[in-house]
């Protein structure tokens, strides 16, 4: 299967009849293909209010009618009559199961993660079979894969689950394997898989690009292409530098980086099958095909200037927790940094002095952190302090944290805009330096820092 392309069409892809026919398009250009779906645009953003919201009949009925229109819609415009009847047999069984668990939700007046997982996963499961019509009726043939009967299989984690590669591989790989060589184009529901006991798992906020890569992965191929509405990684998120281009090849250290750091061009976790299987990844742009996008491979080039792109993490906050002592008392940092796992808190980045360790967090979890923690003022912990209005900013690019010179460049032209440097971490990786500004800042700091490696 090394010459099959694995192909995510994500839910911007998804919008309207003419993005599916742009997707057909594209398919039919290959000759063997799998293509990995999102929810269409603006669906499961649709079902999680429901579901977060205050449940009710009206809003069973409504979401329920909704989901029906808007894809019964799209199937009769992109697909012949008899694809699009057998499409409309399988959305409304979906959309039957759907709306038996929402009434469940709302009688027992209870939403375990299980189940919010499971009404998550419906808007991928939807849209396939209307993206699988829209093939078949353009004379390829195509076949459905949900996920969870197909095997993708992860750990327990419902709503950020890491895959289990082996286990897909070995289960999912050899069905699509049988089918691929009879001309059949699977169509795959992205974004969530199973753990080994059925339960339904999701992989995290845009997680159908994980997704296509486990995909990859499981049938041994080398080439994974990511459709979106943007033409790959650029040297700085546009909305602050208008001046930002296109990058054309980065690492997949680089990739990860970027991503982890704010580019939300790429689900993070997408870069660790790909780099176990040796897979080129390429971002591509469904509204600009014509563009080569971004390509993503083990190659580590070193640019002439080094970095390659400086992304941003907005909106964020320090949580500051001080300590007498806590340099050299053992256990300190992992003891606070277990309460806050404890309590759900993910921990963007963490500096430490001889009486204060800061953590860098998003902003809407500072509440649940300061209330994690004071148990343990005056027990342990001298006090805690919160600062909100904080991005980070991240110079991304291999061979980084080998060059001389490069964070004086950096900080430098940090200086000489009249920005001042919060927290700072450098060494954990070779392709990154990251450091806050305040959120007022963040423009300003961006793009003095892009004027010094790529010109105004």
Sequence with gaps: ?????????????????????????????????????????GVTDRILDTVTGHLSEKRIESVISFL???????????????????GRRAVDRLLRHMERLLYGVYYTRELTPRTRATLLSFGERLSSHIVASALSTAGLPSRVFEADSLGIVTDTDYENATADLQATRKLAGRKLSAVISKGITPVITGFFGRDRSYNI??????????????????????????????DGFLTADPSLVPGAKLIDEISYDEAAELSYFGAEVLHPKAVDPARMGNIGIRIMNIANASSQGTLITSSKKETIGVVKSV???????????????????????????????????????????????????????????????APLVSHGLDKVETEKGVALL???????????????????????????????????????????????????????VHTVFFGG
């Design 311 to 373: 992304s941003c993490l907005k909106n964020l906050s320090i949580l500051r927790v001080y300590v007498t002592g806590g340099g050299y008392t053992s256990g300190t940092i992992s003891g606070i940094s277990g309460y806050l796992g404890r309590a759900g808190v993910n921990i963007i980045s963490a500096t430490t002095s001889q009486t204060c360790i800061a953590f860098l967090l998003r902003t809407e979890d500072i509440v649940r952190s300061s209330d994690a923690l």
């Design 1 to 41: 299967m090394r010459d099959v392309v694995v192909m995510k069409f994500g839910g911007s892809c998804l919008r309207n009849s003419d993005g599916i026919r742009q997707l057909v398009n594209i398919v039919s250009k290959e000759e063997r293909a799998v293509v990995v779906v999102s929810a269409l645009s």
């Design 201 to 230: 798992t999701l992989l995290g906020r845009n997680g159908t690009d994980y997704s296509a890569s486990i995909i990859a992965y499981a049938i041994n191929s080398t080439r994974l292409v990511i459709w979106k509405d943007v």
């Design 68 to 86: 029906r229109e808007r894809h019964i819609s799209l199937l009769s415009e992109v697909s012949s009559q008899n694809a699009c009847s057998e």
């Design 394 to 448: 991240c110079a991304v690019g291999e061979g980084l944290g080998r060059t001389r010179g490069i964070a004086a460049r950096v900080f430098g032209a940090i200086a000489s805009a009249g920005v001042n440097v919060g927290m700072m971490s450098a060494g954990a990786s070779t392709a990154a330096y990251h450091f806050t500004v305040s959120m007022r800042d963040l423009e300003t700091a961006a793009r003095a």
